[in-house]
């Protein structure tokens, strides 16, 4: 692709920032038009970040002909609606995890991709980082041996407030669906790579977890998953605890350590994984200058925009629905469900 592929943002809050910020040092793509229900909020995100177009509705930047590409950052739930209403208008979709409240979304949304022949990708920006490349490469060749356990956690400690999304059950909150759905996709990816294929489905899933008791939402939780060879995962989350956010995965010959493994290189700096063998010295190996990670999320999409779908390990639309059918296992197991499912 000579030119760079045209973006509009969905939502305003502080992802979609994120996302732009990291947009500007794309390769393949640039931040062309914002949306919001406000239109002095687009208007002042559109002077913040630089963007030309601003508009005061959804559907106002999705009839826009000069926007060939949607980043959806709207609250969870509103994630269903806009992915499919972008995706009938002939616009490709980033949409940001979780893709849906549960599987039976995730599948509509992957329907309207399908029949309007567009691209559709899962914001997982870890998956699109050479970081998560290399790991995969090494599991694949038996640099650790057979791999038998996988550690891996992603949470944070943020103030109860009833009307935040993270607490409100109404905007699809809790920890499982915000940041446990990455250790759950990064347990499925190892696991996968270790029986040789792009991601693999827990046999079975056991959890236990604190519901908040006034809003219901998953406050901390921790699931085990057993995957085919024996391998055990054992994943965690949380919206009211500080965890350590890292990963770790066994083998019978050594391990691999990944300090940083959901948000390296933000801002383009290095980052680096540690492997340890049984019977020679440790390995530490270096990612210097990979870009910054959301600019490789989107030249990721913008690589892989004329065959539908990512290629590997960034999310295809089976790793989606295996990764949102896990999370919908993870919730019943403690209890939690939904308004309206």
């Known amino acids: 692709m000579d030119r760079k592929l045209n973006w509009g943002i969905v939502g305003t809050g502080q992802i979609a920032r994120t996302f732009v910020t990291g947009l500007q040092h794309s390769q393949r793509g640039q931040a062309l038009a914002v949306a919001s229900r406000s239109k002095d909020r687009a208007e002042q995100f559109g002077r ?9 509705h959804y559907t106002e930047l999705l009839t826009d002909s000069d926007v060939e590409a949607v980043y959806i950052a709207t609250p969870h739930p509103e994630h269903r609606e806009w992915a499919i209403r972008a995706a009938n208008q002939g616009k ?10 549960n599987v039976a979304e995730a599948q509509e949304i992957i329907n309207a ?4 022949n567009v691209f559709l990708m899962e914001a997982f920006m870890y998956r699109c980082h050479p970081q998560t490349a290399k790991i995969v490469e090494l599991v694949k060749a038996g640099a650790i041996g057979r791999v ?10 943020a103030s109860f407030d009833a009307r935040n999304r993270l607490w409100d ?6 920890g499982i669906l915000d940041v446990g759905c990455y250790a759950v996709s990064f347990a499925r990816l190892i696991a996968g790579a270790a029986n040789g294929l792009p991601f693999v489905e827990p046999l079975s899933l056991t959890a236990m977890g604190y519901l908040h008791p006034q809003s219901g939402v998953d406050v901390y939780t921790a699931a085990t998953l057993r995957f085919p060879n024996d391998i055990i995962a054992q994943v965690s989350t949380a919206i009211g605890l500080e965890m350590e956010n890292v990963a770790h995965i066994y083998g019978s010959e ?5 300090p940083e493994p959901w948000t390296a290189s933000t801002k383009g700096q290095e980052s680096r994984i540690v492997v340890r063998y049984v019977n020679k010295p440790d390995q530490e190996i270096v990612f210097e200058n990979p870009g910054w990670l959301y600019a490789l999320e989107a030249d990721t999409v913008a690589r892989d925009i004329s065959q539908g779908q990512a290629t590997p390990p960034a999310m295809t639309w089976a790793d989606t629905l295996g ?6 296992q993870w ?11």
Do not use: W
């Open 48 to 56: 913040e970040m630089g963007l030309a177009k601003r508009y005061g």
């Open 148 to 157: 038998q356990f996988i550690q891996a956690a992603f949470g944070f400690r």
């Open 323 to 328: 990764n949102m059918r896990t999370l919908d």
């Open 254 to 258: 050594g391990s691999i350590f990944i």
């Open 169 to 174: 059950k109404r905007q699809g909150g809790g």
């Open 331 to 341: 919730r019943a197991a403690i209890g939690l469900r939904y308004d309206g499912e």
């Open 92 to 101: 490709h979709v980033l949409c940001e995890k979780p893709i849906g409240i």
């Open 113 to 116: 991709a399908e029949e309007n």
